[in-house]
């Protein structure tokens, strides 16, 4: 069963640092994984998928990297902005399904 | 952009009344799934289901659960007899294949 962990659980920063977000995951036989955003009782947005095959992707301030061999990938936002306070959430698909982890809530201080 | 949609977006029901919760997935897709959000916890998956049969259940998908695909674009979920438990946020997604979109969710309130 796929276990996928976030590290830290919580993250405040001030507006301009960058930020790296961790995602642990036990079962490296994944075909991708995508990291979501979520904002308070809204729905799952996402923001990057990475195919198994590949090592990272990156969309303007974001760039998610995935290494599989040790069972991880980070998320790294450039040049945070308060906008960019949310939960962001990923997610390891294998076995049909995807598998969350708990998420990292970050807080960017303007 | 082609987006997964659910309806309604908030519903309220009373313990022991059964529900449906809709959603019309991706018209080119050809995955389906449930996932549920109980307040301050993880997302669950619930159910996936393809080529008009479940392919993985979990074990909270349990006989009080059914899927649905009863027409080419809807595919819903059905409660049978809500529990205060069940009170969450509900989110339905397609995908062709393995790359998921999700709808915004219902969230369910079970009083």
């Known amino acids: 069963k796929q276990e996928v962990t976030q590290i830290p659980a919580a993250l405040s920063v001030p507006e301009g640092e960058n930020l790296v977000l961790n995602c642990s995951f036990t079962?490296?036989?994944?075909?991708?994984l995508q990291w979501f955003r979520q904002d308070p009782g809204k729905g799952l947005t996402s923001l990057l998928l990475i195919q198994s095959s590949q090592r990272e992707q990156t969309s303007g301030r974001l760039n998610a990297s995935l290494d599989k061999s040790s069972g991880r990938s980070t998320l790294y936002i450039a040049a945070s902005q308060p906008g960019d306070s949310a939960t962001y959430l990923c997610?390891?698909?294998?076995?049909?399904?995807?598998?969350f982890g708990a998420g990292t809530t970050v807080t960017v201080r303007a | 952009e082609p987006e997964v949609t659910q309806t309604p977006s908030h519903q309220v029901t009373q313990m022991g009344q059964e529900v449906i919760l809709r959603c019309v997935p991706i018209s080119n897709h050809l995955y389906f799934y449930w996932y549920r959000q109980i307040l301050g916890q993880k997302v669950e998956f619930l159910v996936s289901?393809?080529?008009?049969?479940?392919?993985?259940k979990s074990e909270i998908f349990d006989d009080q659960f059914s899927v649905e695909r009863p027409d080419g674009s809807n595919f819903t979920l059905k409660i049978r007899s809500t529990k205060l438990e069940d009170s969450a946020m509900y989110f339905c997604?397609?995908?062709?294949?393995?790359?998921?979109?999700f709808g915004n969710g219902t969230r369910l309130t079970v009083t």
């Open positions: 997604a397609s995908s062709v294949p393995r790359a998921l979109h």
């Open positions: 289901f393809y080529n008009n049969e479940i392919s993985e």
């Open positions: 079962d490296s036989a994944i075909y991708n």
């Open positions: 997610a390891g698909f294998n076995d049909y399904k995807l598998s």
